[in-house]
Each structure stands twice: as C-alpha cells, then as structure tokens.
Nanobody, 125 residues
Framework: VQLQASGGGLVQAGDSLRLSCAAS????????VAWFRQPPGKEREFLAA????????VYEEAVKGRFTISRDNAKNTVYLQMNSLKPEDTAAYYC???????????????????WGQGTQVTVSS
C-alpha cells in the first residue's frame, strides 16, 4: 500500500486545514488508518484513527473536538480536518495504515505498516 499525504502549509493561529492521504490499496476499507505528527525534536505522536470497517474515530485527548478524521473509501482517501489550530500544532503530519493493528495498539506508531511521506503544518502566532 502506498500512501500520499498532502494539504499542509503555513497558517495562522485559529485557522483550519484539511489534510488528505490518498492510498493505492484496492481494499482500502479493510485497513485501519491513522494520523500522527512529529514536532521538531520530539517523538511521533498519535492524533486520530479510524478502525477498518468502522466510521467512529478514535482521538488523542489533546486534539479531541478540534480534529476530525474521516475516510472516503470510494476515493481511497482519508482526511484530517483540523480546526482552531495553535502554534503547538506545528509539526510534520503523517498518515498511516495497517491491516493488523488492534484496539489496544491503535495509538502506537510501531504497529502501523504503511506510511505516507509526511506533510508539514506550520502555525504562526
């Protein structure tokens, strides 16, 4: 599976952005998909995920209510809508997919097999 992330950019605090991640998989709905980010000099951190065959998002507490993950299986694309952006949201954002990750490991980046190349989001104050 190849993933291609896009949609990052330079925005001001309070703005919104929608990231997209296009996948090559023909059975995209059978993959759990997730978004992570990695701020400069820090560890990669979980943001949100959608379990396969499930439309209910799982979110990290820090972004719950501001970020929304969604998928369009017909377009093989997963989205991350980010609202009320803050300077601390500045990071490289990555999409990931896995056909084997389970609920107890859904927020652990080590359990994802496929990764997009990352898209940079910079939020100025």
């Amino acid at each position: 599976v190849q993933l291609q992330a896009s949609g990052g950019g330079l925005v001001q605090a309070g703005d919104s952005l929608r990231l997209s991640c296009a996948a090559s998989a023909r059975t995209f709905s059978s993959y759990t998909v997730a978004w992570f980010r990695q701020p400069p000099g820090k560890e990669r951190e979980f943001l949100a995920a959608l379990k396969r065959y499930n439309s209910n998002g799982v979110y990290e507490e820090a972004v719950k209510g501001r970020f929304t993950i969604s998928r369009d299986n017909a377009k093989n694309t997963v989205y991350l809508q980010m609202n009320s952006l803050k300077p601390e949201d500045t990071a490289a954002y990555y999409c990931a997919a896995s056909s084997t990750v389970i609920s107890s490991t859904i927020s652990n980046h080590r359990f994802y097999t496929y990764w997009g190349q990352g898209t940079q989001v910079t939020v100025s104050s």
